[in-house]
């Protein structure tokens, strides 16, 4: 399984926009990436996902780099609420079909007032 | 809309008694589905995957096995319970290509 590396913590101030990167060297042509969030004692919950192209959606965007061995969610606006480990994660939709998501340590974001 | 349903909540179990916990999923047919373990202040480890039916692939060797005996009901037990085996357990589904859905989890304590 492709791995990705991304920072263990980051820090923002409310309402600035936050950038978080993410790093697939190894990632396969078959492979999404996908991003997750998780707040304490809950379950991860879904924020983006992407194969190629740039994503976006209401609670992101995601920029995905042109040899795609990187990747960078943005929050446009941080609130509080935001502050979660973000999980960035390779699914590997190929000929096996497991589309299995193999978490990481996450990146732990810290939303300043 | 699907939804996906995960319980109990919470359990407290003693050493060495039997373990099952279930998930079902509504709203879709043939999703792929997972049981995760979360140690307290670590991430998210795959135990097992299920893209079918009977299917059922082990990701650890570990004290724990899974069914699925329809196509949208997928059970975690154990014969035995260990210590170790205390953790938040979380259930998902996702269809091809598409994103992960998850359910509220169970938080097992073994004592």
């Known amino acids: 399984d492709a791995k990705t590396t991304q920072p263990n913590s980051m820090e923002s101030n409310e309402e600035e926009p936050v950038h978080l990167p993410c790093n697939h060297s190894?990632?396969?042509?078959?492979?999404?990436i996908h991003w997750y969030r998780q707040l304490p004692s809950q379950g991860p919950e879904y924020v983006i996902h992407?194969?190629?192209s740039n994503v976006n959606n209401r609670m992101a965007s995601l920029a995905i780099a042109e040899d795609r061995k990187s990747s960078t969610l943005i929050l446009h606006r941080a609130t509080l609420r935001d502050a979660a480990v973000y999980y960035c994660?390779?699914?590997?939709?190929?000929?096996?079909?497991?589309?299995?998501?193999?978490f990481g340590q996450g990146t732990t974001l810290q939303v300043k007032p | 809309s699907q939804t996906i349903h995960q319980w109990p909540a919470t359990l407290v179990q003693p050493v060495g008694s039997p373990l099952s916990l279930e998930c079902t999923v509504e709203?879709?047919?043939?999703?792929?589905l997972y049981w995760y373990r979360q140690a307290a202040g670590r991430g998210l480890q795959l135990l097992f995957y299920?893209?079918?039916?009977?299917?059922i692939s082990s990701e650890v060797p570990q004290n724990l096995s899974a069914s699925r005996p329809q196509d949208r009901q997928f059970i975690l037990s154990s014969k035995k319970l260990l210590l170790s085996d205390s953790g938040f357990y979380l259930c998902?589904?996702?269809?091809?290509?598409?994103?992960?859905?998850f359910g509220q989890g169970t938080r097992l304590t073994v004592v």
């Open positions: 998902a589904w996702t269809q091809r290509n598409t994103e992960a859905f």
């Open positions: 190894t990632i396969s042509g078959t492979d999404y």
């Open positions: 992407g194969l190629t």
């Open positions: 994660i390779l699914s590997s939709h190929g000929s096996s079909n497991t589309g299995k998501l193999i």
């Open positions: 709203g879709t047919s043939n999703p792929n």
């Open positions: 299920s893209v079918g039916i009977g299917q």
